[in-house]
């Protein structure tokens, strides 16, 4: 093969590769998942009884910071980008991403980011311990020194999502194969397509929003500063006006994952594929008007509560139209159980699980008693772990054969399948039971009435931390010495990579582009 | 037919434990319905939205289930061919359109009436501070200051201060809100540093304390009693450390309340005058210095006085408590901007102003030798008029 690449460290940092930079990408998020992981057993540890055993409350509340900070921008919109990288150009057809250097670049700057932002915990004053979600005044006013760093941080990664959101976007208009039309194009390309847009469009609002809180904090603004004339709680509308797109743009490739799954295993077309696409490009409407069911409890006019209540309900809508149109595509089908299915299956249901506690706190008058307890910890959980977690975790078993070559142990995986199965389960569902008998998230010490869920709760988030070890090894295994992947791995798997490349693909996919029917 | 007997009783007792622990971990495991209309009501609208969910999951989890057994390869290796029926997908969008129409409406009832805080009987402004709740009752000239009362070795040394045995462990307040029962109650809330916000579970109330800005919400409680919650707005170091108690007491009881407060409250002005009046002995002073540091100013500077800076910066050879005394007393008593310093010249008395000023000039081998009496914190005030 005439693969001209440099060897060594200068592969990796000159490569403009998608397969490179995909697999960087997805290397990446996985040691931010362990690292941020790392910092949730510090959460449950100190969480396991009452009283205050391992950390003092200033550290915890750095750790609940760090923990979201870096799942939701380290682990899961890395992993996302990742698989982006690895399977947009090899499902549409495309010899490589349309803007390879600054793919490189986007992915370079998040290890200098992450760098930036970890170095705030050996900082005087410690890390940000703020929440993930840095409300102000207690970011700006009354937030450590070393929040400027965090700023900075955002900055870096904010830049480098919308320079992936732009590659993919740029890719999927310009480098389709002949033939393949954007309703041909399968749901995973269309789910990043429609991410995409989500991250260009809100990106820059987090930008804007943490750039208002550097100049409240040095320069004498006072957008946030009620003494100034500012308000607290319009850094929240801008806030959640970028947060709730967000956590679409985080499950919408995990929903194109499980679509393109789902129907390899059933040995059966997709149900629905255009409502499909209508119905994820619904949902990120939507969720651009929904922003303030994040803030039932600050005060909005009772007009603002009922609109954004309702408007949030509607989501249920098209959500619904997708886990039917999973489960359609499942019935009559002839199903296998292989360990892609395995998480796909349990994404469904669990996501479903947190889909439900979703409507839940939608009702505005009742979110009043779920409103910042761990029913709403619960609850994001369930959508962010069974959800993408599990996403991204079906799609690198899926694609592995097609990456690397090499099939992984069916056994380990579903092993690995099966303790995710009970240890997400024990983790997460205890939280709601503590949430709904009044347990405030974000504290590090609590009542005995809420002993029981905790205690549960944390061995399941140790034994959760442990599966993901297991991952590794088995993962790593599979890349070492796993028996040579066929073409074709899935005998039910449709598309490109699978019809039109061997296993593993090439290091360029398409020099001269393929018929697609 | 002895040991059958005993074997049964045994077994009844069991069952019968294991069945109180079921039912206590299900109430443990549920809202609240709690003590108000509206808590009532959110709660039946709760449980209403899950027996909802519980339909719906048995339906689909239940067709999933139903394809797992008998659309296996094994038991089904053909597989059908359909990918798409308009009408099947209209029918399960318009379903759940008509579901959440069916849960809106209740919901929209339940949330004007949450918000309609007019005709209420009394008001209590509500303000929240790094880690402590005001309470001012604006009917009544009554105000005071609610902190946690669990002592702190409780939760340093859980398990060697016998917390477990503490049934409010951290739920438990120095001063409770006291309200009347069947009284509509209107809260003003605000905050004076970061955003609180203040719940409690059973009166299904909870509202963001915003500096700035002050909300309104109401409650009417039907049962006197204790209610307990917690600042559920992450506000810094112990967000976990600021409880909500309300006592609730008959209209009668109340009134008692109202009365016995304003009595202790000319008790507390005459001692006030009186301690302001004599020149205290140092030791005097650094005694009830001690007791009011430890108490308030130790959560942040530490009882070590070495603060946990950059934040909370240390006391112990500090420019303010070596410096000057009217730039230390002005810091103690307004506070200092843009800072988690809060002002407590109106949570202590002049007193205690004074003698934890003294303390801070001495302790920790500060040693200034200087001396801080009341009339000096009168005089600062006075100057400050």
């Not at chain 1, 600050?298 to 489960?327: S, Y």
């Not at chain 1, 290091?507 to 393929?514: I, K, V």
């Not at chain 2, 946690?148 to 001063?175: C, H, I, K, M, W």
């Not at chain 2, 506070?335 to 949570?347: N, R, V």
């Amino acid at each position: 093969m005439g693969d001209h690449h440099p060897t060594g460290i200068k592969r990796w940092l000159y490569t403009t590769n998608h397969k490179d930079i995909g697999s960087m990408y997805l290397w990446f998020s996985f040691i931010m998942f362990l690292i941020g992981g790392a910092m949730a057993m510090v959460i449950r540890a100190e969480l396991y009884q009452p009283g205050l055993q391992f950390v003092d409350p200033n550290f915890f509340n750095q750790m609940t910071t760090m923990h979201g900070l870096i799942m939701v921008f380290g682990a899961v919109m890395p992993s996302m980008v990742g698989l982006a990288n690895w399977l947009i150009p090899m499902m549409i057809g495309a010899p490589d991403m349309a803007l390879p250097r600054m793919n490189n670049w986007s992915f370079w700057i998040l290890p200098f980011a992450f760098t930036l932002l970890l170095s705030s915990l050996f900082m005087e004053g410690g890390a940000p311990n703020f929440g993930w979600t840095f409300y102000a005044p207690l970011s700006t006013t009354y937030g450590p020194p070393s929040t400027d760093f965090f700023i900075l941080g955002v900055h870096m990664m904010g830049i480098s999502s919308i320079m992936g959101a732009i590659n993919v976007i740029v890719t999927v208009f310009n480098m389709r194969a002949p033939g393949m039309t954007l309703m041909k194009m399968p749901l995973f390309v269309w789910t990043w397509l429609i991410t995409a847009f989500l991250l260009i469009m809100v990106m820059p609002v987090l930008a804007g929003v943490v750039t208002m809180m550097l100049t409240d904090r040095h320069f004498g603004t006072s957008f946030f500063d009620a003494a100034g004339g500012g308000d607290p709680v319009m850094f929240q509308h801008i806030f959640w006006f970028f947060g709730h797109p967000e956590v679409y743009i985080m499950i919408l490739p995990a929903f194109g994952v499980v679509s393109e799954i789902i129907p390899a295993f059933s040995r059966k077309k997709l149900f629905g594929y255009s409502s499909m696409v209508y119905a994820t490009a619904s949902i990120a409407l939507l969720s651009f008007i929904v922003w303030a069911h994040h803030m039932f409890t600050t005060g909005m006019p009772v007009a603002g509560e009922l609109f954004f209540m309702i408007a949030t309900m509607l989501i249920a809508v098209p959500t619904g139209v997708k886990v039917f149109n999973w489960v359609a595509t499942m019935w009559q089908g002839s199903l296998t159980f292989e360990t892609p299915m395995l998480f796909s299956i349990a994404f469904v249901i669990l996501f479903t699980i947190g889909g439900f506690s979703g409507v839940m706190l939608a009702m505005a008058p009742v979110d009043f008693q779920y409103h910042d307890t761990y029913f709403v910890v619960a609850h994001f959980h369930y959508v962010l772990f069974p959800g993408a977690i599990f996403g991204t975790t079906a799609a690198v078993y899926y694609w592995l054969p097609k990456w690397t070559g090499k099939m992984y142990n069916e056994t380990s995986g579903k092993i690995h399948f099966w303790l995710s199965m009970v240890f997400v389960n024990l983790t997460f569902f205890p939280m709601h039971f503590s949430g709904l008998a009044g347990m405030p998230r974000r504290i590090p010490d609590y009542n005995m009435m809420f002993a029981d869920f905790n205690m549960w709760a944390s061995i399941g988030a140790f034994g959760l931390g442990l599966t993901q070890i297991y991952f590794l090894v088995t993962i790593i295994v599979a890349i070492r010495s796993g028996k040579p992947a066929e073409q074709k791995q899935w005998d039910g798997a449709s598309g490109l990579e699978w019809d039109a490349l061997p296993s593993p693909a090439p290091y360029h996919t398409f020099d001269t582009p393929p018929k697609v029917n | 037919m002895v040991i059958r007997r005993k074997l049964i009783a045994v077994m009844t007792s069991l069952l019968s434990v294991m069945l109180s622990g079921v039912v206590q971990a299900a109430a443990e495991m549920n809202m609240r319905p709690g003590v108000t209309e509206t808590s009532q009501a959110a709660f039946d609208l709760h449980m209403m939205v899950i027996w909802v969910m519980v339909v719906i999951s048995v339906i689909v989890f239940g067709a999933m289930i139903y394809s797992f057994i008998f659309h296996r390869k094994s038991k089904h290796p053909t597989p059908a061919t359909f990918s798409h029926s308009t009408k099947v997908e209209l029918v399960w969008t318009i379903i759940p359109i008509l579901i959440l129409i069916y849960l809106t409406i209740p919901a929209v009832k339940l949330l004007i009436e949450m918000e309609d805080t007019s005709e209420s009987e009394m008001s209590v402004q509500i303000t929240g501070s790094q880690w402590k709740w005001h309470y001012k009752y604006i009917d009544h000239d009554i105000e005071f200051y609610s902190n946690l009362s669990t002592p702190r070795e409780q939760f340093e040394n859980y398990e060697g201060s016998g917390a477990a045995n503490n049934p409010n462990y951290l739920l438990e307040v120095d001063n409770e809100l006291v309200i009347p029962v069947d009284t509509k109650v209107r809260f003003l809330v605000t905050a004076a540093d970061v955003i609180h916000s203040w719940w409690v579970p059973d009166l299904a109330v909870k509202k963001d304390a915003i500096p700035g800005f002050i909300n309104e919400t109401w409650t009417k409680v039907l049962t006197p009693g204790i209610y307990r919650g917690q600042c559920t707005e992450l506000c810094g170091k112990d967000h976990g450390f600021m409880p909500v108690v309300v006592r609730v007491l008959s209209k009668p009881d109340f009134a008692i309340w109202v009365a016995d407060k304003d009595a202790e409250k000319v008790v507390a002005e005459k001692a006030a005058a009186e301690a302001a009046a004599q020149s205290w002995s140092l030791d005097k002073l650094m005694a009830l210095g001690k007791t009011t540091y430890d108490a308030k100013c130790s959560v942040c500077h530490q009882v070590t006085g070495l603060g946990l800076p950059p934040t909370f910066p240390a006391l112990k050879d500090s420019p303010i408590a070596l410096g000057a005394i009217d730039a230390h007393i002005e810091i103690v008593v307004d506070g200092k901007q843009g800072t988690s310093m809060a002002g407590y010249g109106s949570q202590l008395t002049d007193a205690e102003l004074a003698a934890v000023i003294t303390y801070e000039r001495n302790a920790w081998d500060n040693n200034t030798g200087d001396l801080v009496q009341p009339a000096d914190i009168q005089a600062f005030k006075a100057g400050n008029k």
